[in-house]
């Protein structure tokens, strides 16, 4: 009886909507959250506000249940962050907006905030929710439709653990009958792997909104040829062969592999709002990984992730490309662009060329080091932006580069075959490498950024070589053993500590 009594206080939890917001026209929405460490986090809520509705709160009441232990449920308020409430300029056309007391559709973004102390729980759901959303025509129930945002984080098995956060807006204005595309501009600062999916939005805690015939949350726009979703890289594709006004949800599942067990420590779900309409201005686009290095924008160059050998230099371009030409009387479109990037990969270089022109692209430069060895992609963003006036037209795109061992060792963990001691030592170690192989063993030792300090070539092994190092002319730090042999890799951490 208490276990069900449990289970109906959560359910009656999560169907709660905060009518703080009624009327205030709700267009899209992000809930995110960000560890400082320990128990501590900073809840992130981004509300897009119709300009034609009221106007937006000044605080946002957010609701946390924990599913493992329901003593722990709260609720607080997310205050509104100074400085908030700007208008975003996506409409690519002349009109006026309803921000501006024009007639022209207008968004504002409000950005909520608060600091909070989650304890570890296998499963916090926390969700904000309000009334009411614009009215779209896919949707019934129109202005009267509740909305409800959501996301997830186990912080039992994953401590510490951020969730994505989006450079992307989730109000997108894309042109009828143009090949179109939207990336969210993820990033996770974890390396989680990040799998995305459809969803309906929802209006409670177990309701979604209820679409017209025959749209869906995976059908929500009329199309020449369907609606694609990259489940890896979350771009959403197609052909709108129509004029009008949709929503969808994207859900953002991170995915962690965990004692060698892939494990969902965490989602959030975007609510997006997309407007489909004649355009005056081409939003400018990107290429993927440009090798070759031509500067010069290729359609096939579609290559977003890149995987690179330690000891390679990183290098290509990113060419960027806009369709439009310029139109007397209507400056509010341009074919000149610039290309700028996030900065994420600090140790790299982005070097921007011939910005504010019809020919602009930017080059990429990075010599990883062995700490930069990974399973896990390093990530960055890069934005074009046309600049034109006053609506400019931008796209965000992610760049990722695996860097991998020069030796082609992705996974710097011990083998079983190699056994390394005393470790931590002063430099004097043993090795024993068990082998059934009589050909040459290679060894090599590699400081931390990626320099080789040691090699040697053992001679037709036995069954097992046992060798004896003297290391104590390195320096204290963190070292990479490698041994080769035939086609197998073996490695080992090393820690020299004098």
Request: hydrophobic share 35%.
């Amino acid at each position: 009886m208490k276990k069900l009594i449990v289970i109906i206080i959560a359910v009656m939890f999560s169907l709660l909507v905060d009518n703080s917001t009624k009327a205030s026209n709700f267009v899209a929405g992000d809930l995110t959250y960000t560890c400082l460490g320990g128990n501590n986090y900073i809840i992130s809520f981004s509300y897009y506000r119709d300009c034609s509705g009221s106007a937006a709160p000044n605080q946002q009441l957010i609701y946390f249940a924990c599913s493992s232990d329901p003593t722990y449920n709260f609720s607080t308020n997310l205050t509104k962050i100074a400085g908030t409430g700007q208008e975003l300029y996506l409409d690519y056309s002349c009109d006026s907006t309803t921000c501006e007391g024009g007639n022209g559709f207008g968004v504002q973004e409000y950005v909520y905030q608060a600091h909070v102390t989650l304890p570890a729980c296998d499963s916090w759901n926390m969700f904000v929710s309000g009334c009411c959303r614009n009215d779209v025509p896919t949707i019934t129930g129109g202005l009267t439709n509740t909305w409800y945002m959501e996301s997830m984080l186990n912080n039992a098995i994953a401590p510490n653990n951020s969730s994505a956060v989006f450079s992307n807006k989730p109000v997108v204005f894309r042109c009828i009958d143009k090949y179109s595309t939207y990336y969210h501009g993820a990033m996770d600062a974890d390396g989680d792997s990040l799998v995305y999916s459809f969803v309906a939005p929802k209006i409670n805690g177990t309701s979604t909104i209820s679409y017209n015939a025959p749209w869906s949350a995976a059908n929500f726009l009329a199309t020449s040829s369907g609606i694609t979703l990259n489940p890896i890289s979350g771009t959403i594709s197609f052909i709108s062969d129509t004029i009008m006004s949709s929503i969808t949800a994207i859900k953002i599942e991170e995915w962690r592999t965990i004692n060698g067990v892939a494990t969902l420590v965490g989602y959030t779900i975007r609510d997006l709002q997309f407007h489909i309409k004649p355009c005056l201005n081409e939003i400018p686009v990107l290429s993927g990984i440009d090798t070759l290095n031509t500067h010069t924008y290729n359609a096939n160059d579609t290559t977003y992730n890149m995987q690179f050998a330690l000891g390679q230099t990183v290098d290509f371009d990113i060419n960027g490309y806009d369709a439009d030409t310029i139109k007397p009387g209507c400056a509010v479109h341009s074919e000149a662009f610039s290309i700028s990037w996030n900065n994420e990969i600090p140790s790299a270089v982005f070097t921007p060329f011939y910005s504010q022109s019809d020919s602009a692209y930017a080059h990429f430069s990075w010599l990883p080091s062995y700490a930069d060895v990974a399973s896990s992609p390093h990530c960055f963003t890069a934005t074009i932006n046309d600049g034109a006036a006053p609506y400019s037209g931008y796209q965000t795109y992610t760049y990722c580069v695996t860097v991998t061992s020069g030796v082609g060792i992705d996974n710097i963990e011990a083998s079983s075959k190699l056994k390394i001691f005393p470790n931590p030592s002063s430099g004097i170690i043993e090795i024993i490498y068990k082998t059934n192989s009589i050909n040459n063993c290679y060894l090599s030792i590699y400081s931390i950024d990626g320099k080789r300090v040691f090699n040697e070539v053992w001679k037709q092994p036995s069954t097992q070589c046992e060798h004896k190092l003297d290391l104590s002319y390195l320096l204290n730090g963190l070292y990479y053993i490698n041994i080769i042999q035939d086609d197998e890799n073996s490695s080992y951490k090393i820690i020299i500590e004098k």
